[in-house]
Structures are given as C-alpha cells and as structure tokens.
C-alpha cells in the first residue's frame, strides 16, 4: 500500500485545518470520510426482508464521531489483515478498493529543489490536435511543455516544476489560438489586451 502523506493523517485525528491542505489532499481526505461513513454503517441481516431492511436502516442511529474517526485512523494507515468476504460487504470492499486506486501516489513524483514546488495545468479543449502552456516562467516559447491527453477524452495535463512564485500563463492550441485558463488562480489582463492566467507555485510540503 502506499503511504499516505501525513497531513492527512493530522486533519483525520483534528489536529490540522482542512483548509490548510493543497486541493489534491482535501480530495483525499473526502474519498477517506466517504469510505469510513460507509463502513461505519451496520449492515442488515442478509436473510431479513425487505421491511424489517428497510425499518432497520430509519432506526439505524448515525456513526459517532469517535467511531468514524477511529475507521479513518485504521484506513489511512497501512495495514496487514486477512479477509473473509461475504456478500453484505461487497460494497464496503468495493468502495474500499476505488479509494485504494483512487489516492494519489509519488511514484513517478519529480525530484523538487527546497524553493520549487509543482503547477498542474489542465485544460477541456476536445478538438485540439496539440496544446501547450505558455508563460512567464519559459520565456512564452510556445512549443516547449506540451500538454497530454492521454485517455482522449479531451482534457489535456501537464505537471510542471517550478520555482516558487507567481506567473502568468496562457494555452497554445494547435500552435496558433491563445487561450487563457478560466479556472487558474486568478486572471490579468497583459500590455495588449488580453487576459492571462496565473498561477502561483508554493513550494511542495516534505
């Protein structure tokens, strides 16, 4: 299992904000609650039926705090156990396998300096053949960071490292049509009257 950053583990035990996390780990603190409220939840008698499921889930009390926090703990922590599947948990497992695949992993995480940290750029351009990222941090050479597309559904990635700080920005598609990033930052508008996109780079948590 990979190891979950510990900034998650310190919202999960109430001793960090919420807010003071990067939005890809408040992501993974909401897949993490998601799968604990799941498995806090009790399970009705397989051979019950369908009124006595159903009365029992409205008189089913919610899971304490205490208890959803103590599933929280146990999830985000790397564990050896041995499992004994039966169908009522089927979709306990299932959410808990999504969530597995679904947490970010730093096997291929670029090696960063102490004043560099990492911009993601992401872009919904379905018809482009070609995009890239152009900006302050490399000169607005147009051709230099491409952008990929890699399951052709249109959304197009890039993750760059920076120095920290704040640039401006803009995507190339095709080679030729400029494109500010509506859901950058913030946006300007430059000396010729074009809006551009900032983003602003921090330097990445170790």
């Keep these: 299992m990979n190891p979950i950053d510990p900034r998650v583990h310190q919202v999960l035990d109430g001793e960090l904000a919420r807010e003071s996390l990067p939005p890809e780990l408040r992501r993974v603190v909401d897949r993490l609650e998601s799968a ?23 008189r089913r009390p919610a899971p304490s705090g205490d208890r959803v926090r103590r599933l929280l703990r146990w999830f985000a922590t790397p564990q050896a156990v041995t499992l004994r599947i039966r169908p009522a948990w089927s979709l306990a497992l299932a959410a808990a396998i999504v969530l597995l695949t679904l947490v970010p992993t730093d096997e291929r995480a670029p090696a960063l300096g102490e004043h560099e940290g990492i911009a993601q750029f992401v872009g919904r351009f379905p018809d482009a053949h070609s995009v890239h990222v152009a900006g302050s941090f490399n000169d607005w050479r147009t ?28 995507f ?21 009257g074009r809006e551009n996109s900032i983003v602003i780079v921090r330097a990445t948590w170790r």
Excluded: S
């Design 36 to 58: 604990a409220a799941l498995l806090a939840a009790a399970v009705p008698p397989q051979g019950a039926g369908l009124e006595t499921r159903v009365m029992a889930a409205v």
């Design 172 to 192: 190339v598609v095709d080679g030729e049509r400029w494109v500010p990033d509506h859901w950058a930052d913030r946006l300007v508008e430059d000396d010729f």
């Design 143 to 170: 051709g230099t960071i491409p952008l990929e597309d890699r399951d052709h559904d249109g959304v197009w990635r890039a993750t760059v490292v920076l120095p920290t700080g704040a640039y401006e920005y803009m």
